[in-house]
């Protein structure tokens, strides 16, 4: 290869400045850190996610952890952006159906079935799970994205005239979403018996609300 040719496939690659190299090696060690803590929550649940623990699964001080998220506020804000992004797969995941009311009914259930497989996850964005983590504009701009499905079908189901629109659609999300949740929380607090005898509840729930949001229609 030619001094010609070398020069060429040079000037042909991106070179990175000190600044680009250094901050994409922070994005990286960020990344390992909400790994890390993700592998916590997960596995020991949130109880388990302190700045000291992380700190010994990576083998690093925790100033380092501090300074690359702040406190620890700054790391759980980025595991409830990683929770959003698993609910939205598992709503991506969700099998189709062109009944708006079973698609609803299909929704409903890969809600309940991330509370069972991401329960760590649930806990920490919807439980309540850390008490001095309170959702940002950032954290709730990602919980809308998640919830994006619902808002489709309801507002399709909405402009075909097939549900009531007394309400909007935000505030139809917010009565389907808080409706559900509240069985999830009760099972959770122990209030619901063993998962066989909250999951039929939470059927029974999930149900009837559809049924109400359709009937509606027709009286």
Not at 49 to 78: H, P
Not at 204 to 210: D, M, N, R, W
Request: charged share 15%.
């Amino acid at each position: 290869m030619s001094d010609q040719e070398i020069s060429s496939i040079t000037n042909t690659q991106k070179l990175k400045t000190y600044q680009e190299a250094r901050l994409q090696n922070i994005d990286n060690l960020r990344k390992l850190v909400v790994d890390a803590a993700a592998t916590l929550l997960q596995e020991e649940g949130p109880e388990a996610v302190t700045v000291r623990k992380i700190a010994q699964k990576m083998d690093c001080s925790t100033k380092i952890i501090y300074n690359l998220f702040v406190n620890k506020e700054g790391l759980v804000q980025q595991l409830y952006l990683d929770g959003c992004k698993l609910l939205a797969n598992e709503f991506e995941g969700t099998p189709q159906s062109t009944n708006p009311a079973q698609q609803l009914l299909n929704l409903g259930e890969t809600y309940w079935q991330f509370g069972q497989c991401y329960s760590s996850y649930y806990k920490l964005m919807f439980g309540g799970a850390f008490a001095d983590f309170k959702p940002d504009e950032e954290s709730m701009h990602g919980t809308i994205t998640a919830m994006r499905q619902l808002l489709t079908v309801i507002s399709n189901a909405q402009e075909q005239g097939l549900i009531h629109s007394q309400y909007d659609t935000e505030t139809f999300i917010l009565i389907f979403w808080a409706s559900l949740h509240g069985v999830i929380h009760l099972y959770i607090g122990g209030h619901l018996g063993d998962v066989q005898s909250a999951h039929s509840v939470y059927r029974q729930t999930l149900s009837l609300i559809v049924s109400s949001l359709f009937s509606n229609h027709n009286a």
